[in-house]
């Protein structure tokens, strides 16, 4: 059974920088993308970044190009998401979750393991 456990939300000001991890256990297949999304109440879960655990570039949505770093950890099955300049709007509860869909990118609908979520939270 796949499970996902992300750490390291928190409260932070603007500009300042914040990093979550997230734990994969369970995975039987090499190429599993894990992507890291947002939802804020009222508002659709959106996509961050993604990567493969079988290599290759990360990707991202525009608004955090820049500024986010998505890469995998020492840890097995374990990626990080640097965040850095934080705005007020990026302000969501995060999300990481597994997909094994041909394609890695941000599209929740491809994703079918999903974390339990821990709050992102940028003052001004």
């Known amino acids: 059974q796949v499970q996902l456990v992300e750490s390291g939300g928190g409260s932070v000001q603007a500009g300042g920088s914040l990093r979550l991890s997230c734990a994969a256990s369970g995975l039987t297949y090499s190429n599993t993308c894990l992507g890291w999304f947002r939802q804020v109440p009222g508002k659709e879960r959106e996509g961050v970044a993604a990567i493969s655990l079988g290599g290759g570039s990360a990707r991202y949505r525009d608004s955090v190009k820049g500024r986010f770093l998505l890469s995998q950890a020492n840890a097995k099955n374990t990626v990080d998401l640097q965040m850095n300049s934080l705005i007020p709007e990026d302000t969501a509860m995060y999300f990481c979750?597994?997909?094994?869909?041909?394609?890695?990118?941000?599209?929740?609908?491809?994703?079918?393991?999903w974390g339990q979520g821990t709050q992102v939270t940028v003052s001004s």
């Open positions: 979750a597994a997909s094994i869909f041909p394609v890695c990118n941000v599209n929740a609908a491809h994703y079918g393991y």
